[in-house]
């Protein structure tokens, strides 16, 4: 019997809105991992409560609106994922463009890295402005992409546990 119909007939022997799994992915395969996730997805769009425990930071990410990470059994981090996500950010951005760069001795952003590939440029800049840093480089260069630097949920968690 796959996973698939495990889950099923679990759920229609309930008649509950509260799901509680601990570490519901561990030990299954990508295909039965997945159709778990859409089991679990499709629960929450009817609106029940999931409350699951794992330590993989990638499904906290894809399925969590809320998150408590609990360290030797205090709470060390707790809130809406993409707020605990914007928390930890550290204005870095990264930016691609066409040509070499030439540092300006005014500039708004802080170069922390430069590579040139084939007249493509990619810098990692920190900057508390980064329309006034896209701004300036456009002044001198066509911008291909500009992606802000957010951490993981896992760098996140990592983070965390060496500071608590």
Same mark, same amino acid.
């Given at each position: 019997?796959?996973?698939?119909?495990?889950?099923?007939?679990?759920?229609?022997?309930?008649?509950?809105?509260?799901?509680?799994?601990?570490?519901p992915f561990?030990?299954?395969?990508?295909?039965?991992?997945?159709?778990?996730?859409?089991e679990?997805?499709?629960?929450?769009?009817?609106?029940?409560?999931?409350?699951?425990?794992?330590?993989?930071?990638?499904?906290?990410?894809?399925?969590?609106?809320e998150?408590?990470?609990?360290?030797?059994?205090k709470v060390? $981090?707790?809130?809406?994922?993409?707020?605990?996500?914007?928390?930890?950010?550290?204005?870095i *951005?990264?930016?691609?463009f066409?040509?070499? *760069?030439?540092p300006?001795?005014?500039s708004?952003?802080e170069?922390?890295?430069?590579? $040139?590939?084939?007249?493509?440029?990619?810098?990692?800049?920190?900057?508390?402005?980064?329309?006034?840093?896209?701004?300036?480089?456009?002044?001198?260069?066509?911008?291909?992409?500009f992606?802000?630097?957010?951490?993981?949920m896992?760098e996140?968690?990592?983070?965390?546990?060496?500071?608590?």
């Amino acid at each position: 019997m796959c996973l698939f119909e495990i889950f099923g007939k679990v759920t229609n022997f309930t008649n509950t809105n509260y799901y509680l799994f601990d570490e519901p992915f561990s030990g299954f395969d990508p295909v039965n991992a997945n159709l778990l996730k859409q089991e679990i997805l499709a629960l929450r769009e009817k609106g029940a409560t999931i409350i699951f425990s794992t330590h993989n930071m990638e499904s906290v990410e894809e399925l969590c609106d809320e998150i408590s990470l609990i360290n030797q059994s205090k709470v060390v $981090l707790q809130g809406n994922v993409a707020q605990v996500r914007a928390t930890f950010k550290k204005q870095i *951005y990264t930016v691609v463009f066409e040509g070499i *760069y030439s540092p300006s001795p005014i500039s708004c952003f802080e170069c922390l890295s430069s590579q $040139l590939s084939n007249g493509i440029a990619t810098l990692r800049i920190r900057t508390e402005s980064p329309n006034d840093a896209l701004k300036e480089i456009l002044k001198d260069y066509k911008i291909i992409s500009f992606s802000e630097e957010v951490p993981s949920m896992n760098e996140i968690f990592i983070n965390a546990i060496k500071t608590s």
